[in-house]
């Protein structure tokens, strides 16, 4: 049961945000810059956020060049490039509003692995680079086999390695502090194991059902406008729209004794990825190995692809050094027919931005920053 001053004083918003990740977190933030005086709230069903926000690996990155001359045929120049650009501009407005040193953002570039069948890939550097120089106003990759024996990596796997200067990696724990922090200093209340059952617009009003582990009465949240910041988790709110949820695997290992890793790293178009924290190597990934059964939205491990994993560190990664497993976890992500993120009005008093395509850290405080303008004055 809820009280009177519960119902008086908790529930009833200007604005709510669904979600208390990345996307959610700067929507509210961006909708206090230019509302001071209404009152803002978010929701998260989970004790911490549920999707991917503090599960990812912490990469700061935009696209390695075999993911880019992948994803070329399907969306096209003009679309592709539209879109590295967003992300980078994204990174950029995510340093700018909490800062490097909140979020530990390091520059230690990108780097892909280059095994024999990525290598038709390498004939398409120069090309990428011309296209991408509007952008950076630079050459981003450099093919440098001298690269895999700095790094201690396989030199019977691997052909070469393509480094990109733009990229870098941030702590993901320490990021979404920040941005909790951020909102609680605009006071922007934040509500934690909030499951929401149903939404409903009754007039002027939306009104949210919440679950209510204490008791049999449901919590009823009310607000004026209502923004869905939830990604994968969305799909109970918008069954119309195209989100397929998609699992990732993080594991990081105990620290390693002379561990030549630095920087962030990625192989097989972007689908596996791999980063030093200080001397631990972080690894995740492989969704593309068992697609249909990492479309969940449960986490866990699928063993089949921590297998792949093991199997890579041990005979790619760190070839001939010993290793050990601290941890292993999974985090959800949104992908659909294209690697556009939906952000859109779905009604009078609801914005929507989700499916960000797993390159939440790159785009999502761009994102809501973009919601907020939708919703206007």
Same mark, same amino acid.
């Given at each position: 049961m809820i009280s009177f001053w519960e119902r008086e004083h908790f529930t009833n918003y200007d604005f709510v945000v669904l979600g208390a990740g990345i996307v959610g977190c700067s929507t509210a933030y961006h909708l206090r810059q230019k509302h001071p005086n209404a009152s803002i709230a978010i929701?998260?069903?989970?004790?911490?956020?549920?999707?991917?926000?503090?599960?990812?690996?912490g990469f700061a990155c935009f696209g390695s060049l075999t993911e880019l001359v992948d994803d070329l045929p399907q969306l096209g120049e003009e679309s592709l490039m539209a879109l590295v650009e967003k992300r980078w501009t994204g990174l950029q407005k995510l340093r700018n509003t909490l800062g490097d040193k909140k979020i530990d953002y390091q520059c230690n570039g990108g780097f892909e692995l280059i095994r024999e069948k990525e290598m038709p890939a390498l004939g398409k550097l120069d090309q990428f680079n011309e296209r991408l120089k509007a952008i950076f106003q630079a050459n981003v990759f450099k093919d440098e086999p001298r690269l895999i024996k700095q790094f201690g990596l396989s030199t019977s796997k691997i052909q070469t390695v393509v480094s990109n200067?733009?990229?870098?990696?941030?702590?993901?724990?320490?990021?979404?502090?920040?941005?909790?922090?951020?909102?609680?200093?605009?006071?922007?209340?934040?509500?934690?194991?909030?499951?929401?059952?149903?939404?409903?617009?009754?007039?002027?009003?939306v009104v949210l059902k919440v679950e209510n582990t204490t008791g049999s009465d449901k919590v009823c949240f009310k607000t004026k406008q209502l923004a869905i910041c939830t990604n994968a988790f969305a799909?109970?709110?918008?069954?119309?729209?195209?989100?397929?949820?998609?699992r990732g695997m993080v594991m990081i290992t105990q620290p390693v004794d002379g561990l030549k890793i630095k920087g962030v790293f990625h192989y097989d178009e972007g689908y596996f990825?791999?980063?030093?924290?200080?001397?631990?190597?972080?690894?995740?990934?492989?969704?593309?190995? @068992?697609k249909e059964s990492e479309q969940t939205l #449960? !986490? =866990?491990? +699928?063993?089949?692809?921590?297998?792949?994993i093991l199997r890579d560190i041990s005979e790619m990664i760190l070839p001939g050094q010993d290793f050990q497993? @601290?941890?292993?976890?999974?985090?959800?992500? #949104? !992908? =659909?027919? +294209?690697?556009?993120?939906?952000?859109?009005?779905?009604?009078?008093?609801?914005?929507?931005?989700?499916?960000?395509?797993?390159?939440?850290?790159?785009?999502?405080?761009?994102?809501?920053?973009?919601?907020?303008?939708?919703?206007?004055?």
């Open positions: 929701l998260e069903r989970g004790v911490f956020p549920s999707g991917a926000s503090t599960k990812n690996a200067q733009f990229e870098g990696q941030i702590n993901t724990g320490k990021m979404m502090r920040a941005w909790w922090d951020l909102c609680g200093e605009n006071n922007i209340k934040l509500f934690t194991g909030c499951k929401i059952e149903h939404i409903d617009e009754q007039g002027e009003i799909q109970q709110f918008l069954p119309n729209e195209n989100i397929i949820p998609g990825y791999f980063r030093n924290f200080e001397n631990r190597l972080l690894i995740g990934g492989g969704r593309n190995l @068992d #449960a !986490f =866990g491990i +699928n063993e089949k692809i921590k297998a792949a497993i @601290d941890m292993e976890w999974s985090g959800i992500m #949104a !992908f =659909g027919e +294209n690697k556009s993120p939906i952000v859109k009005r779905i009604s009078d008093k609801i914005v929507v931005g989700v499916r960000l395509g797993g390159m939440g850290v790159a785009i999502g405080t761009q994102i809501g920053a973009e919601i907020q303008e939708l919703f206007g004055d």
